[in-house]
């Protein structure tokens, strides 16, 4: 299947957020709320952009750490499709809040998100309670003190794919990034700098689609 792509708005204001998105909308496939944006607005960009974007996927990226099954009620209830949570939560968080996606239907899902250690083992127990997505992050502040994408990112990319989990990669990508993923069943691409901050966004993610056409035509 072809990689979805994903716009994270991590603007710091609703208004900011809906500009970014007003003219890129259409070309992409999931609209990420992000957790900068969270902190700034809450979930109301959540209900604003379901209003605006009634069938689209659409992420709330609170990388929640506890009271899964409250967090993940708020979130579906305010429009969410996907939640993420943070790999470091306890295994009963992330059972509380795939529970309630589950109750709630219509593809909703939870997402994990990789950052800093996590385990080979607690890979299997997120399997084991029927979790499928991963999302392999670079953070914001590795990226500013330099670390880039390397063999070491591929290998666990490939190893998570093999487990059979839906990755997800995101962490300053650039459109030049894409090809280095080019032999993995990536399930979806995550920008947000690189395509808010562009000159043209829009131009920014049509791009985008093309680069990931190439490789996964
Ligand atoms: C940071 C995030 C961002 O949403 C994600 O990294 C995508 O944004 P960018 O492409 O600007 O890095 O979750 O924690
Ligand atoms: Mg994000």
Not at 65 to 91: F, H, N, P, R
Not at 166 to 175: E, H, R
């Amino acid at each position: 299947m072809k990689p979805k792509l994903q716009v994270a708005l991590d603007n710091i204001s609703l208004s900011g957020a809906l500009k970014s998105i007003r003219d890129i909308g259409n070309h992409i496939d999931v609209i990420e709320v992000g957790t900068i944006l969270h902190v700034a607005e809450g979930l109301e960009p959540v209900r604003c952009l379901r209003a605006l974007y009634p069938d689209k996927i659409i992420l709330a990226d609170i990388k929640g750490a506890d009271a899964g099954s409250l967090l993940a009620k708020q979130c579906y209830e305010a429009g969410a499709t996907w939640m993420t949570v943070i790999c470091c939560a306890e295994i009963p968080t992330m059972a509380g809040m795939l529970k309630v996606a589950k109750e709630f239907g219509k593809g909703r899902d939870v997402q994990i998100e990789l950052y800093g250690d996590w385990t080979w083992q607690q890979a299997q127990s997120w399997k084991e309670i029927g979790l499928t997505q991963v999302v392999y992050h670079r953070s914001r502040d590795a990226q500013a003190a330099g670390k880039s994408w390397g063999s070491e990112d591929l290998g666990k990319i490939g190893k998570l794919c093999d487990m059979g989990f839906d990755v997800t990669v995101t962490g300053g990508l650039t459109i030049d990034d894409i090809k280095l993923f080019k032999d993995y069943p990536i399930y979806c691409f995550i920008a947000g700098r690189s395509i808010r901050d562009a000159k043209n966004p829009r131009d920014a993610a049509i791009a985008f689609k093309e680069e990931i056409n190439k490789y996964w035509g």
